[in-house]
């Protein structure tokens, strides 16, 4: 009965439709013909009501206004009255039925089904908690009663038992706040991944942009005999690995990237960066370590993680412009939450004495391009960085931080064992690449295509070109090029899916797979002879990826 849904729309066919929608959601409706019927069906329980507002005109409501009134204190029956559009500014008897309703929502129709649907789960679950009230004001007042019926000699249960429930409200309090803790990071991990994927999306387009700018103006610098030309032409190859740079960062972000994971020692990483946190830092900010053991090992890019830690330490110098302390310990911990997946951690714990961050601000700092510095003064990717690399190598990132009592930023990156490093190739591939090659090129970008052909022609190579994969097959079978390089991200079929269509043509075809959404892993692949390419690439890269790929 707590859950039933009555319904009082007596013109046309407003109660049949508002039921049918209700239907598909399992919900137990009662169309009521009148404003008595409904008390009536009020009196035996609902969980809400819906009321077409011209159902109350016709002055035959005094019965439902009569029985709200009497509502008990624990009710506050929630009801969800349907406007007409038509209706503009109300009367004054309108909005006195308004005020007699109480708990009211209005909805203005038309309205869509989904409107509906939240609004009447949304009333629902406000009247199931009203029951639960009543149902613990209930529990309460029997507790109270048999207490009161208890004599002198009984003094010392009733404690015993008052101590029994404090602890166990105590318990209870502890799991929600606990159970509100985890909710918290898992609602800000669902939007950090949504974000990621909108960040990736448009690094991956950029690149292709900032290759095409960044190759032809080495081209030009390559070919032009004028020395001022060849300055505009190194001004804009300058610019453009500043926005390579920028879209690194947000692909790091968006864990689109393709980061070079392999089995690292924290303490050897943190140890080597000592003397550049300290100059990054200043003379006037005091700076330790601190490591649990002598070794402790996770997988990660250590790139990447020596660019994350350096980030903490410039955004805590920053933070202390009148100097103070800035400590970075490293320990190994259990998973904390079901944030994170079972096991040991290794945990780099990055704290200051800084100024802290108010707590309306630090729930968004690990959003991209989020930033409190002055225009100029931070692209906003620091700290969302951080998060993108810790979430590649399996962890998460976390941030505690109060107003004017310093910040402490924690990477959490999943324990491995030792491995012994590997031994140094004991040749250069390059220089095995010789002779006079023939190289397809596949790319549906018809700008970045002509870039590549271009360049490589420039190489001394022999270039033949198709705008997707398909016509590359076609081509494949009539070119019999030394070399294919596919773009990854085309429509149709996609950069793996033209390899592997021409491995079944050419099963020992070199291949260059290139992409600027940095989302592929070539080990994953079951394919040989795949080499990989990542945009936006200089024109020296591109010649040393061919030679390489030739002989892979």
């Known amino acids: 009965m707590e859950q039933r849904v009555l319904i009082l729309a007596p013109f046309g066919r407003d109660a049949e439709v508002i039921a049918a929608v209700l239907h598909n959601d399992a919900r137990a409706c009662v169309t009521c013909d009148d404003a008595d019927a409904l008390t009536t069906e009020l009196d035996v329980g609902a969980g809400t009501a819906l009321l077409t507002e011209e159902a109350l005109a016709n002055g035959h409501s005094a019965g439902l206004f009569a029985w709200l009134a009497r509502q008990p204190a624990w009710s506050d029956f929630p009801i969800i009255l349907l406007a007409a559009r038509s209706i503009g500014h109300r009367s004054t008897r309108g909005l006195e039925v308004l005020e007699r309703l109480g708990n009211v929502v209005v909805l203005e129709r038309p309205l869509n089904s989904e409107t509906l649907r939240r609004a009447v789960a949304s009333s629902l679950r406000a009247r199931g908690r009203q029951y639960e009230s009543r149902r613990l004001l209930a529990e309460r007042i029997e507790a109270q009663d048999a207490l009161e019926q208890l004599n002198d000699s009984l003094e010392s249960r009733i404690a015993e038992r008052t101590h029994e429930l404090a602890s166990a409200n105590d318990r209870l309090m502890a799991e929600i706040h606990e159970r509100a803790k985890v909710q918290a990071v898992l609602v800000q991990s669902q939007k950090m991944e949504a974000l990621g994927q909108l960040t990736g999306g448009i690094a991956h387009d950029f690149n292709n942009l900032l290759n095409v700018i960044m190759v032809n103006a080495e081209l030009i610098a390559r070919v032009s ?26 692909l790091t972000f968006s864990r689109n990237s393709n980061p070079d994971l392999k089995v690292i020692d924290v303490v050897a990483l943190l140890q080597g960066m000592r003397d550049i946190i300290a100059v990054s830092l200043g003379s006037g900010i005091r700076y330790d370590n601190d490591f649990e053991r002598n070794e402790m090992w996770t997988q990660a890019d250590a790139n990447q993680l ?67 510095k002055p225009v100029g003064k931070g692209t906003g990717l620091g700290l969302s960085q951080v998060y993108g690399i810790a979430r590649q190598a399996g962890g998460a990132a976390r941030i505690f931080s109060e107003a004017g009592a310093g910040t402490t930023v924690q990477i959490w990156l999943p324990m491995r064992e030792r491995v012994a490093a590997h031994g140094k190739a004991e040749s250069d591939a390059e220089a095995f690449a010789v002779g006079d090659k ?57 950069g793996i899916d033209v390899i592997a269509a021409a491995r079944k043509l050419r099963a020992d075809l070199p291949v260059i797979l290139a992409t600027g959404y940095a989302d592929v892993n070539i080990s994953d692949l079951a394919v040989k002879h795949c080499t990989f390419l990542r945009k936006p690439f200089q024109l020296d890269d591109l010649a040393r990826t061919v030679r390489i790929g030739l002989v892979a």
């Open 225 to 250: 005999g004028d020395e001022r030309l060849r300055g505009m032409a190194a001004t804009v190859k300058r610019a453009t690995e500043r926005g390579a740079k920028l879209t690194g960062q947000l």
């Open 306 to 372: 020596e660019l994350a830690v350096l980030n903490l330490a410039i955004n805590a110098r920053d933070a202390m412009p009148a100097g103070g302390r800035l400590d970075i310990h490293v320990t190994q911990r259990d998973a904390p939450d079901q944030t994170l997946k079972d096991g040991r951690y290794v945990v780099i714990e990055v704290a200051d004495t800084g100024e802290g961050i108010p707590p309306d601000i630090v729930s968004r700092v690990f959003d991209p391009f989020f930033t409190t």
């Open 438 to 494: 023939r190289v397809l090129v596949v790319e549906d970008d018809s700008e970045v295509r002509a870039m590549l052909v271009e360049s490589l022609r420039m190489l001394g190579y022999t270039v033949t070109e198709a705008p997707d994969g398909q016509a590359g097959l076609d081509r494949l079978i009539d070119d019999h090029p030394d070399l294919l390089m596919v773009d990854f991200a085309m429509p149709g079929m996609n």
